[in-house]
């Protein structure tokens, strides 16, 4: 570039006339390119109408470090604009460019040695190269291989603190020819956190001759030094080893043919071993489990190396064909011969048909840009409907599409979603039965979510300005890192502290609570202030990531042992460090399921299978017969599913309907035949129920799926209005009584006041006042009756209820109690009562042994034996069997899920075939439900007809229940652990306190895994939830975050007021709390689980959708990520991805479905073919197989800095440490998606995403 145009121009300089610099001749020449130069991209506009502009400046003008011979031009200003008000400058600046000349033939552009990029919220981070020109500063040993190597990055805030600092190290290898390999040695990484201290990390790396990986050693915590190395000090490292199949001759060098994780004492504690044929396919993956046995799964290919068998570790076959084109899969084929086939567009290779075992089809549609347009399903009557239908609109900004989802012909939802330039959803709008429940979405200059608001109404689809009511906003701030520090609405603000593995939560009402973790995500320490207490619970890992040790606040712990395959072996009760006398439970596997476990009162229970690894029969050694039996296969539409049931004193048959729905529900208790029938929606949902007894019970719903109809025998009982956000507004009850409910839209949509109206009497006034993270400080009960009242509530640091006043009682009552709690939510003090724990044997240290004068023992399993009045018995999977005080009898029978099917409390008998029918002593009573709970009850028996309407409090409990006279029946209260204070009247109806079954004769509320005594405030078995702790695929992290709710006998974690345990298990936020819908504090751990259908569905679509896959992309999923198989539903082969799972709808305890114990596992495999290339971008972190990324990806889930929601329902979790994102395709835990490592960071979070309708 002689004239510095950036235009190259031509020298023509001809050997031998060196010196003739002024030639004349023409014999030495310059040709100037007369050209326009370049052309620079200055603008780019997307479809979705989003801008980026670029700047440009030369690096010599930019900085006087960048000295090279022509002239250089580089971006220095990146504009983005969202056409949404947003408004975005990147920076960046260019230093010290060097041009490498080792001689006239040997000379290059060696890159720039810094570049700083500015971020639009002033943050800089800076990176630094290695260009052979010497080492500068900091700068590890140079060298001309490493040129344009990043050796170092860091981030600062806008005011210079550090947040980050990485260095990575190289290690530079001679192949000969001139040529070296340079591979990463190490990477040390600095958490500063915006402190002068910093948190260090370090991983190290060895290789063989071809560069593959031999050693992964991660150190975990170290001390870094400026310079790049570091000093090893916790002693908490983790090592993989590697071997490679060494095929020289058809040079297949970089198959790995073992992995070893070995913990920091040298003990293995995984290994996989791989198996590879001629071509390199895979044919046979070991896993180690103990000793010297191993799981072997085994693989067969065809002609042209796509898998066509998979043999499990117990050698049940599942077969695969493909289509004419050899391109997708066209069949797979279990076990049991039950085929699913499969139709694609050849183009795209998208699904278009997916036909079942039991020949229910669904069709998909797309458009030609290959984007979803409609789901099509068979139904009961054989035709083929859709039930979802998507539309896109490019052609106006904002961009929206538009979903619709039909429950009927005529009952469909309009869902339009609005998108701002780079694709980001900025509003939602469903329609309701008024308008349309309205959400804003603003996001900041780093693209992260700024504001969003409550739903909120509006009167039309078009998109409209975002609310300026201030109210309905949350508003997030974040760190340089993207990790939110401030959640603020209008109850206050909650903030997040890092400081290196610590992260301090201090919520809306100032408490605070600590959470630490270990160098590999690990949660380790949680520490919670209560006043001038601070109360400390450790957990410890093994380097599987498993739970292997609870320390808790009193110093009492708990084990757990896993087998190689991450298998619950052991699990100790807690018990103190120091006694020798606690509760073990044992597992016992085969080499793919559990066949055995014993617990500790000597209760052995055996499990059988069939060849998809499904249940066959339960058996203990208790009983002298199989306890449970299960069958499948043999019923109408039931291959694939769980056809009958049958125990001693029980059974069940189900038959299904096409579209794999239950269609009739056979009951068999005590020889008594009883049958139930389900009809449904296009949305799956409950459209009728026909009872034993015939009566038909019919559930209508509005545009949003919810109820707003129930009928019973063609006659309305009760009608629904709902408020925007689709809670009720309004209930209107055949007999005439009306319930309103009203909101304060201001305060995040609390329940402020419940009215409900008998005959122009308020029989029900109850209004709410809340404290600013949700706790319920006042309740003033205005009704007309006895329940008239005004109740006060305190609570301790840690939201424990301490104190309960009650004024102003209708019959002079008041009272005041309180209560006292230890730091593991021990109830100390009762109301003035003492309670007492003692270790008297096996009993654990949360098992009250004394309360006054009463005393209570329990066997070894922890359930309770006596309380000095009643004694109980308990079957061996500790539900309770028997309950005696010497004079009464009460005696229990469940089904195999643990259902109660039969209540014997002396002569009184009643018989539950279903949740929506029961008998009582031969009379018979329809329990008609909304939501899984009852609001309606009707008995017809002979000439007896009853209906009773039962209106609650905010926790779901009975409050008063009217017959259909309009009449009050039946009046009850509750002190606030659930004692009855009122119980007048009389009522076919047992509910209670939250809802619980109330058995009259021991006073124990029926809670569906346990029974509660609200006399005393505590369950008298254990928390299954807790002991569920360390099995697979359990989500334990709202346990471990919360360590009250660690306690396996306590109720709601001593937080009555405002939590529910419906199902016995696991504690949830009240019925109308405002901690659904409130981001304050850790207190969202809380939460309600509900059956979003349309979720659901959405679920199910995309995860078949992400099950498609080529040849290429189906055959490098098994040969270099090992893929493993696992059946469906209908009989098929799910693949099971890179730690990407589809799990099908999860059933309740008390759902009517039947095939709750199958599960539906959908592989999606990368797309383009680049499954082995992110199976190796994780290698550095250790990560060498399915398994191991997996794990990776639940890391990632749960300790992500940045998370999108992505329109289509996607959600994406970005951990920057490790630099890796998982995209899930569904909303809920463990679903399909992807998983990888962005080339570009973060960057690919707010650039690259943008692209993708975030």
Known sequence: DVNGDGLPDIIKWRHGYENNYFSTDGINQVYINNGNGFTKISKIKNQQQGETEFEYSHARMQDDSNKVPFPLEIVEKITTNDKNGNVAETEYEYKDASYYYGGPFDKKFAGFGGISKTNPNGSLEKIKFHQANGQQGSEPVDSYSKIGKVYQTSLKDQSGNLYTKT????????????????LLDSEVSEQYDGTSSHTDFATKYLYDQYGNVTEQTNFGLVNSNSNGSFTDTQNDKRVVEYEYLNDTSKYIVSLPTKEVLKNKDDQKEKETKYTYDQNGNLTKQSNWISGNEYADTSYTYNSVGLPTEQTDPLGNITKYTYNNLKLYPATITNALNQKTRYLYNLYTGNYTKVTDPNENTTLYKYDGLNRLTRVSKTFANGNTVYNKKVEYNTQVFPNYTKQTLYRSGTNKQNIYTYFDGFGRSIQTKSETQNGYATQDKVYNQMGLLQKQTLPYQTSSDAFTSPTSNSALYNTFEYDEMGRITKTENVKGQSTKTYNGLETEIVDAENNKKEFTKDAFGNLTLVKEYNGNDIYQTHYNYNTQNKLTKIIDAENNTRNITYDGLGRRTSFEDLHKQTDSQFGVWNYTYNKQNLISQTDPNGNQVSYTYDSLNRVLTENSNTTPQTDVTYTY???????GKLCSVTTPNYSQNLTYLKQGLVDTENTIIDGVSYTTDFDYNRQGQVTKVTNPNTLITENKYNKQGLVKEIKQDGQKVVEYEYEVNGKVKKEEYQNGVETNYTYNPNKLYELTNKT???????????????????????????????????????YDNLYRLTKATVTNTQNNTDYTRIYNYSPIGNITDFNGANYTYTDNGYNNPNSVTQIEQNTYTYDNNGNLTSDGTWTHTWNYNNTLKSSTNGSSVSNYTYNQKGDRIKLQEG???????????????????VNIQKDGKTVVTKSVNGAENKTEYIHT????????????????????????????????????????????????????????????NSKIGKFISQDSAVNSLGLNNKEQTQLLTDPQQLNTYSYVRNNPLNNIDPTGETLEAGYF???????????????????????????????RLNAQASVTEFQNAVTTEKVETALTVG???????????????????????????????IKNLDKGGHSRNHISEFRNLGIKNKEQLYNHAKFVEKNFDLKYTVKNNSKLYYHEKTNSLLIKDFTGSKNGGTFFRPRDGKDYLKVKIKKKDS
């Open 953 to 1012: 409090d905010h926790l779901g409990g009975t409050h008063i229940i009217t017959d259909n006279n309009s009449n009050i029946v039946k009046t009850k209260d509750y002190f606030p652990f659930g004692d009855i204070r009122i119980d007048t009247g009389t009522s076919t109806e047992d509910n209670s306190f939250t809802g619980y079954e109330h058995d009259s004769q021991t006073g124990l509320d029926y809670a569906e895994a346990r029974y509660y």
């Open 756 to 794: 409900t109206v008998l005959n122009s009497q308020n029989v029900q006034d109850l209004s709410y006042q809340y404290d600013n993270v949700g706790n319920i400080l006042q309740i003033t009960d205005a009704s007309n009756g006895d329940t008239f009242k005004t109740q006060s509530f305190e």
């Open 1073 to 1103: 709390n405002i901690l659904k819908t409130s981001f304050n504090g850790y207190q969202n751990l809380y939460y309600i689980l509900t059956g979003d259908y349309q979720e659901a569905e959405q679920a199910r679509d995309q995860a």
């Open 167 to 182: 260095y990575t190290n190289y290690t530079e290898n001679n192949l000969g020819n001139n040529s070296n390999s340079v």
């Open 633 to 639: 296969d043999n019923c109408t539409y039931g291959t």
């Open 907 to 925: 002569t009184d008998v009643t018989i539950y075939p279903s949740q929506y029918y029961e008998v009582e002593n031969g009379k018979a009573k």
């Open 1131 to 1161: 009989g098929g082969v799910a693949l099971k991805g890179i730690g990407v799972l589809a799990k099908g709808s999860a059933l309740g305890k008390r759902s009517h479905y039947g095939n709750d114990i199958v599960k539906k596992i």
